[in-house]
Structures are given as C-alpha cells and as structure tokens.
C-alpha cells in the first residue's frame, strides 16, 4: 500500500506492507504486523531529473497494524526532513 503525502516542498510516499511476505497461493498473512519504508524526493515539476532516496522505517518488531505503521512513516519523514541536528541532509549518505 502507497500513500502520497507532501511536506515542506518533497513528495513523500509511504510504502506499508506485511511483515511476512505472501507465499503464492495464499492470503495476505496480516497478523505478523507490517513493516513500513518511505521515498522521499523532489516533485516532478522542479527539475528535469529529481532525486529520490529510500529509507526504512527503523523499529525493533513490525507494527501491529496499518495504520501505526502509517503514522511512524510520517513521523520518521518529517523527522529526517527537518534535521537530526547535524549539517547533513537527506540527500547525502549517513
């Protein structure tokens, strides 16, 4: 499931899925929880080329539900977004 949110001038979609991946012939397997990551990059209309990166949601077990995992995507982005104090960006390599 994607989700396309917008902060301070960056796209940023919110990637949630099972915890568990789907064995073929078989349901989605919700009750191991979820697991999130999150794009964030340049709208499409800035530049001719934008830059996007990818980062996982860090967390020692799966969110339990969809929903938690959304909101801990957001946080996480607006987060990195806003800074963690040091002079990097999200542009450059931790």
């Not at 990818?54 to 977004?81: Q, T």
Request: proline letters at 6%; aromatic letters at 10%.
């Amino acid at each position: 499931m994607t989700t396309i949110r917008y902060y301070r001038g960056l796209d940023i979609a919110l990637l949630v899925y099972p915890h568990r991946p789907t064995q073929t012939g078989y349901g989605h397997n919700y009750e191991e929880g979820f697991d999130a990551s999150i794009r964030i990059s340049e709208p499409d209309s800035v530049i001719d080329s934008p830059r996007s990166r990818l980062f996982r949601v860090p967390g020692k077990r799966p969110f339990l539900n969809a929903g938690d995992a959304r909101r801990a995507s957001v946080a996480y982005a607006e987060m990195l977004i806003d800074g963690d104090g040091a002079d990097r960006t999200i542009w450059e390599s931790a």
